[in-house]
């Protein structure tokens, strides 16, 4: 019925018979009665000392010392500041708070503001005969990718796109989408992502309240690329942009699922998301060696982290059909096919995966970062017992 004990007593001092002397004898329990039991000793100076009892089995001594340590420290800091707030009181020190702080998050990188741009064209400026993107029927080197976005980019400006300007994208997962991407970030303006396998009121939903200053499907899109076939293939610079392209400008704006209401639109700027990408990369070890595929609907800011990483350390990327993950066999010969590294996705999508007799030959992936669900343990022990690859 009880797993901690708390108590208060005096010391032997505290027994105080007239005619009678008391002394306390030292003897302790053979075994603890709970895991865990604090119990505060008043002295008759005024002092206290706190004590634990703890069964050795269940509780290891350092973690007993540090509760301890940790315990007093609070008592010590409301002593001291008696009026703070129970919880403003300092109850780890220092040194710990320090050590804490230092293990709470991943790589620290000191990164200028910057812009989306600068990070994207430095990658291909490196490595322009490098490929960049590779789906079922297209293959684009570094060079090509961004020659063709610069010419759509070009385009854009023409048309009266500049910074802080919003452009809808209502494009599913491709290479076309890619491009448009980078394009409209290069004219300066911000892009929304629309999937066109959304239901129409939620289309009409998102057009009707961030309400873009341009629209392209994908028949809009492929008419203003032949348009734009004879802009410049060169990079927009500043000068040829509307207005000066700065980090704390817009890059995108991403909307919520609306699972607690309405679904609310999320502006997103170059530093920001620039700075992420950098710290990403930092943490995931991706090297221009890997080849990702993408896995998130593009109306998913998920999707940008796996498009934007890989195209700013020179990697390859893996474009598959739309809705390819609803065609198991498809995705599942596409990661033998493209000789796939680094493979993004959810828990439930990679317990499935771990069912099928392909995975013994995906002897490529090197790492699987998953989130957006709880991992079951089953699954992990799952996959240490069938891939090599690292699991994040």
């Given at each position: 019925l009880v797993r901690l004990g708390f108590s208060v007593r005096k010391s032997a001092d505290g027994f105080a018979i007239d005619g009678v002397t008391s002394t306390q004898l030292e003897l302790g329990a053979a075994s603890a009665q709970v895991p865990l039991a604090l119990a505060i000793v008043l002295e008759a100076d005024g002092t206290a000392v706190v004590e634990a009892e703890y069964q050795t089995d269940v509780l290891s001594e350092a973690l007993i010392d540090g509760l301890l340590a940790h315990f007093g420290q609070l008592l010590d800091s409301a002593l001291r500041e008696p009026r703070r707030r129970l919880a403003n009181l300092d109850m780890l020190g220092a040194a710990d708070r320090a050590a804490l702080l230092d293990r709470s998050h991943g790589v620290l990188v000191d990164e200028p503001a910057n812009t989306l741009v600068t990070l994207l064209e430095s990658a291909a400026a490196a490595t322009p005969d490098a490929l960049a993107l590779?789906?079922?029927?297209?293959?684009?080197?570094?060079?090509?990718?961004?020659?063709?976005?610069?010419?759509?980019?070009?385009?854009?400006?023409?048309?009266?796109?500049?910074?802080?300007?919003?452009v809808g994208l209502r494009l599913g997962t491709s290479v076309e989408f890619i491009v448009a991407v980078l394009a409209v970030l290069k004219a300066g303006g911000a892009y929304l992502p629309i999937d066109p396998a959304y239901p129409d009121d939620r289309i009409e939903y998102l057009v009707e309240d961030a309400n873009p200053r341009l629209l392209l499907g994908a028949v809009e899109l492929a008419a203003a690329e032949e348009m734009a076939a004879q802009l410049p293939a060169t990079a927009p610079t500043d000068a040829e942009r509307l207005r000066p392209l700065l980090p704390a400008n817009l890059a995108y704006v991403i909307y919520t699922s609306g699972s607690t209401g309405k679904p609310k639109g999320v502006p997103v700027p170059h530093n920001a998301i620039a700075e992420h990408i950098v710290c990403f990369t930092a943490d995931w070890n991706m090297t221009a060696a890997d080849r990702l595929m993408q896995s998130s609907s593009v109306s998913f800011d998920a999707s940008?982290?796996?498009?934007?990483?890989?195209?700013t350390v020179g990697a390859q990327l893996i474009v598959p059909k739309p809705n390819a993950f609803r065609d198991i066999r498809y995705v599942a010969d596409l990661?033998?096919?493209?000789?796939?590294?680094?493979?993004?996705?959810?828990?439930?999508?990679?317990?499935?995966?771990?069912?099928?007799?392909?995975?013994?030959?995906?002897?490529?992936?090197?790492?699987?970062?998953?989130?957006?669900?709880?991992?079951?343990?089953?699954?992990?022990?799952?996959?240490?017992?069938?891939?090599?690859?690292?699991?994040?």
């Open positions: 590779l789906s079922d029927d297209t293959e684009l080197t570094y060079a090509a990718l961004h020659a063709r976005a610069n010419r759509l980019a070009h385009w854009l400006i023409g048309h009266g796109i500049g910074t802080e300007d919003l940008l982290v796996d498009i934007a990483i890989t195209l990661i033998s096919r493209r000789q796939v590294t680094v493979l993004h996705m959810v828990p439930s999508m990679l317990s499935t995966f771990l069912l099928l007799p392909e995975i013994s030959e995906w002897q490529s992936l090197r790492q699987i970062p998953v989130g957006g669900e709880a991992l079951p343990g089953e699954v992990a022990d799952r996959f240490f017992n069938t891939l090599e690859a690292e699991l994040r």
